[in-house]
C-alpha cells in the first residue's frame, strides 16, 4: 500500500464540515491542521474501523479550534492499495 497526502486550505468556519467530509470518503489514516503560518494544531491519528462515539472528542476539538482560527490547512493522509 502506498500513502498519498493531499492539502486543503479552508476558512475556520468551514474547518469542522471540511474535516467531517474527508473522513466520511474513507482511506484517511490522519488528518493534521496547520494554521496559516504552517504550525500544527493538531494531529488526529485515524484507524480503520474509527466511528461514530469514538470520534466525538477529537471532533470538538476541531470544533473549538475553528473558532479560533481565520484559516488554516487540512493535510490528510491516505492509503491507497
Given at each position: 500500500?502506498?500513502?498519498?497526502?493531499?492539502?486543503?486550505?479552508?476558512?475556520?468556519?468551514?474547518?469542522?464540515?471540511?474535516?467531517?467530509?474527508?473522513?466520511?470518503?474513507?482511506?484517511?489514516?490522519s488528518?493534521?491542521?496547520?494554521?496559516?503560518?504552517?504550525?500544527?494544531?493538531?494531529?488526529?491519528?485515524?484507524?480503520?474501523?474509527?466511528?461514530?462515539?469514538?470520534?466525538?472528542?477529537?471532533?470538538?476539538?476541531?470544533?473549538?479550534?475553528?473558532?479560533?482560527?481565520?484559516?488554516?490547512?487540512?493535510?490528510?493522509?491516505?492509503?491507497?492499495?
Amino acid at each position: 500500500m502506498t500513502k498519498k497526502t493531499e492539502e486543503f486550505k479552508v476558512n475556520g468556519e468551514d474547518l469542522l464540515k471540511k474535516v467531517k467530509a474527508v473522513i466520511a470518503e474513507g482511506n484517511v489514516r490522519s488528518i493534521t491542521v496547520k494554521n496559516k503560518e504552517g504550525k500544527t494544531i493538531v494531529e488526529l491519528p485515524l484507524t480503520l474501523g474509527v466511528v461514530g462515539a469514538v470520534l466525538a472528542p477529537p471532533l470538538a476539538a476541531v470544533g473549538a479550534i475553528a473558532a479560533l482560527v481565520t484559516e488554516c490547512t487540512i493535510v490528510v493522509e491516505r492509503e491507497e492499495k
